[in-house]
């Protein structure tokens, strides 16, 4: 929940600097995308990380975890099932809703840009001076907990499961 207290001067300082980090973020998401051949733009793109982190979504429930309307999710949804990136099921105990799956071509593309992603964000964290670097992970940590999200441990784990059991050496992601 966001408060509604006005920051003090030092957590101003921090909330600037954090924005500044990332608007870095979205650029090297940008770029590992654009590097590819596939055409996926980073709110598809966010979809199928929603889709690792939280499993199989019905429509409705994933255009709520990315904040836009179920037509919305769902033009976003066709687009990525003729890319076939997702899939569309149907299940026996809920023939109403579409439940969105990742195929195993978007669970090797979110890998691919995972990695992508990585390599760049390890080249500036080599470029500092962390006197502890571990204090600093945890303090990242706990943003990304406060935010909702899942740890990068994790995160990798249920990429890993994403889809079956495909090749071991493509789950380094």
Same mark, same amino acid.
């Given at each position: 929940m966001i408060s509604e207290t006005a920051p003090s001067a030092s957590?101003?300082? $921090?909330v600037g600097a954090l924005l500044a980090l990332s608007r870095v973020f979205?650029?090297? &998401?940008? +770029?590992s995308l654009a590097d590819l051949d596939e055409e996926v733009t980073l709110p598809q793109f966010r979809a199928l990380v929603v889709l690792v982190s939280r499993g199989p979504q019905r429509? $409705?429930?994933?255009?709520?975890?990315?904040?836009?309307?179920?037509?919305? &999710?769902v033009r976003m949804c066709n687009r990525l099932v003729r890319k076939d990136l997702v899939a569309r099921q149907e299940r026996?105990?809920?023939? +109403?809703?579409?439940?969105?799956?990742?195929?195993? &071509?978007?669970?090797?593309?979110?890998?691919?840009?995972?990695r992508r992603r990585r390599t760049s964000i390890?080249?500036?964290?080599?470029?500092l001076s962390i006197t502890r670097p571990?204090?600093?992970?945890? $303090?990242?940590?706990a943003?990304?907990?406060?935010?909702?999200? $899942?740890?990068?441990?994790?995160?990798? +784990? +249920?990429?890993?499961?994403?889809?079956?059991?495909?090749? &071991?050496?493509q789950r380094d992601c």
């Open positions: 957590e101003d300082e $921090v979205v650029g090297l &998401a940008a +770029r429509i $409705v429930d994933l255009a709520d975890e990315l904040a836009v309307t179920s037509s919305t &999710a026996p105990d809920d023939r +109403r809703a579409a439940w969105v799956t990742l195929t195993p &071509a978007g669970r090797d593309l979110v890998g691919e840009v995972t390890a080249a500036l964290v080599s470029d571990l204090a600093f992970a945890s $303090v990242l940590n943003l990304v907990e406060a935010a909702g999200e $899942v740890s990068d441990a994790e995160w990798q +784990r +249920r990429w890993s499961n994403a889809v079956g059991d495909d090749d &071991a050496s």
